[in-house]
Nanobody, 126 residues
């Protein structure tokens, strides 16, 4: 069993930055895909970014890749999402998700992930 725990959310003014963390606990695969997703009220969950942990390849939604950066610290079993130049439209609950194996081309598929964290709220005020 794998447990994911997010942290780092909060409230920030437009233009500010936040760094989200996703810690992996329990039975940790040697290689896996970790994705970050977000869901705003009344909207569907959408992919933000993903990283192949153990390989290093990163994937981004085109509209966010200039402001968001995903990274990993293998020694800490933690994946980060650095978010810069935040906008009110970035406000959402951000969740990390894990699936076995490399991310590959369908990394953005919500249903392809095996485990999810509880989510952390990000609120950006104008």
């Amino acid at each position: 069993q794998v447990q994911l725990v997010e942290s780092g959310g909060g409230s920030v003014q437009a233009g500010g930055s936040l760094r989200l963390s996703c810690g992996v606990f329990g039975y940790i695969p040697s290689s896996y895909c970790m994705g970050w997703f977000r869901q705003a009220p009344g909207k569907e969950r959408e992919a933000v970014a993903a990283i192949s942990v153990g390989g290093g390849s990163t994937y981004y939604v085109d509209s966010l890749k200039d402001r968001f950066t995903i990274s990993q610290d293998s020694a800490k079993n933690t994946v980060y999402l650095q978010m810069n130049s935040l906008k009110p439209d970035d406000s959402a609950v951000y969740s990390c998700a894990l699936r076995y194996g490399w991310c590959r081309n369908n990394w953005y598929s919500v249903t392809s992930y095996n485990y999810w964290g509880q989510g952390t709220q990000v609120t950006v005020s104008s």
